[in-house]
């Protein structure tokens, strides 16, 4: 109980609801992968198991389609706890017409994508507020929805596959007002993520750029200030046996899940501890200026090229508006790579 006397009621809460991310995450699928093929061999409910199988199968391209988001989910008291945790901010430089559709591009990746997370895929921060009439979308690892309740649960807080059948439906199939919200350096950014960096991949991250031409969705830049700064990352020196084991791991991580494994840590239960909770400093997520984008069904090179440089240079422009209010040195520059 000693630490406890440390935190207060609200902390505690607040670090609760970090801490309960990634295992109900992990308990969610768990229940499904090893209960669903125990019940089928192994007792006499293998009806239970086939039930669910045939659900699976019946609602297969739910999150291909728009999803089945929950307004209740979304709005839960146990998001303001985490996002007060850090705390986590939206700020709107321009206002988004419910006329278009709009990709939301993100940077940079972080460790976990905190910001993103709170601020697109909760009304935590008031997003519904902010930009009235606009429907949110997150994109993120399709292998995620095969696993069942762990993909109707991801589905009703507005997180679909980032895939392009799953955005272009988003984009297409769904009138106007919609905003797909995609982390644009994916799953490799977070390699460069430490503490002062302003690093990102995206010279040759051109997808997203012709994704809107084919759908007319204007591009909308938009950066978390300190998702850098809440983690630390180990990276150790070359030659070493440590860091070969660590790449050797980092590769196949890659190869099987689609993800880049970090070293990292964080802060521990207190203030003062060692652990792999993020540090409780504030990141602020700026959405810019949207980018009018013609509607090309087969664009070529040179125009992708052409739109792909003038969102390099809004979001550039973006970063440098913004970066001494929150809290970077006036020095600091974007560097893409």
């Given at each position: 109980?000693?630490?406890?006397?440390?935190?207060?009621?609200?902390?505690?809460?607040?670090?609760?609801?970090?801490?309960?991310?990634?295992?109900?995450?992990?308990?969610?699928?768990?229940?499904?992968?090893?209960?669903?093929?125990?019940?089928?061999?192994?007792?006499?409910?293998?009806?239970?198991?086939?039930?669910?199988?045939?659900?699976?199968?019946y609602?297969?391209?739910?999150?291909?389609?728009?999803?089945?988001?929950?307004?209740?989910?979304?709005?839960?008291?146990?998001?303001?706890?985490?996002?007060?945790?850090?705390?986590?901010?939206?700020?709107?430089?321009?206002?988004?017409?419910?006329?278009?559709?709009?990709?939301?591009a993100?940077?940079?990746?972080?460790?976990v994508?905190?910001?993103?997370?709170?601020?697109?895929?909760?009304?935590?921060?008031?997003?519904?507020?902010?930009?009235?009439?606009?429907?949110?979308?997150?994109?993120?690892?399709?292998?995620?929805?095969?696993?069942?309740?762990?993909?109707?649960?991801?589905?009703?807080?507005?997180?679909?596959?980032?895939?392009?059948?799953?955005?272009?439906?988003?984009?297409?199939?769904?009138?106007?007002?919609?905003?797909?919200?995609?982390?644009?350096?994916?799953?490799?950014?977070?390699?460069?993520c430490?503490?002062?960096?302003?690093?990102?991949?995206?010279?040759?991250?051109?997808?997203f750029?012709?994704?809107?031409?084919k759908?007319?969705?204007?591009?909308?830049?938009?950066?978390?200030?300190g998702?850098?700064?809440?983690?630390?990352?180990?990276?150790?020196?070359?030659?070493?046996?440590?860091?070969?084991?660590?790449?050797?791991?980092?590769?196949?991580?890659?190869?099987?899940?689609?993800l880049?494994?970090?070293?990292?840590?964080?802060?521990?239960?207190?203030q003062?501890?060692?652990?792999?909770?993020?540090?409780?400093?504030?990141?602020?997520?700026?959405?810019?200026?949207?980018?009018?984008?013609?509607?090309?069904?087969?664009?070529?090179?040179?125009?992708?090229?052409?739109y792909?440089?003038?969102?390099?240079?809004?979001?550039?422009?973006?970063?440098?508006?913004?970066?001494?209010?929150?809290?970077?040195?006036?020095?600091?520059?974007?560097?893409?790579?």
């Amino acid at each position: 109980m000693a630490f406890l006397s440390r935190l207060d009621l609200q902390e505690c809460l607040q670090t609760l609801s970090v801490l309960q991310w990634l295992p109900v995450y992990v308990f969610l699928g768990a229940i499904p992968v090893l209960l669903i093929p125990y019940f089928l061999v192994f007792t006499k409910y293998w009806i239970l198991s086939v039930l669910a199988l045939a659900w699976l199968a019946y609602d297969w391209n739910t999150h291909s389609q728009g999803g089945r988001r929950s307004a209740w989910v979304r709005n839960w008291t146990l998001w303001k706890y985490f996002q007060n945790y850090f705390p986590i901010k939206l700020v709107k430089t321009h206002n988004l017409s419910p006329k278009h559709n709009y990709i939301i591009a993100n940077h940079p990746h972080g460790i976990v994508s905190y910001g993103v997370f709170i601020n697109f895929a909760t009304e935590a921060t008031g997003f519904a507020r902010i930009f009235p009439d606009i429907t949110p979308s997150v994109g993120t690892l399709e292998w995620i929805f095969w696993i069942p309740i762990v993909r109707d649960y991801v589905m009703s807080m507005g997180v679909c596959p980032v895939s392009g059948l799953a955005l272009k439906y988003l984009l297409t199939q769904k009138a106007s007002g919609n905003a797909v919200v995609i982390v644009v350096g994916g799953a490799a950014e977070a390699l460069l993520c430490r503490p002062g960096a302003s690093t990102i991949y995206l010279r040759e991250r051109k997808g997203f750029v012709k994704l809107a031409l084919k759908t007319g969705a204007y591009l909308v830049p938009s950066y978390s200030f300190g998702e850098n700064e809440v983690h630390n990352q180990e990276i150790f020196p070359e030659g070493t046996w440590i860091r070969f084991f660590q790449k050797t791991f980092q590769a196949t991580f890659k190869k099987i899940l689609g993800l880049n494994f970090c070293t990292f840590h964080g802060r521990g239960l207190t203030q003062e501890s060692w652990g792999f909770l993020p540090f409780n400093r504030p990141i602020t997520t700026v959405v810019g200026e949207p980018l009018p984008i013609p509607k090309i069904k087969r664009p070529d090179k040179t125009t992708v090229d052409k739109y792909h440089a003038l969102y390099i240079s809004a979001l550039r422009k973006l970063f440098d508006q913004h970066k001494v209010q929150y809290g970077l040195p006036e020095t600091q520059e974007l560097t893409i790579i």
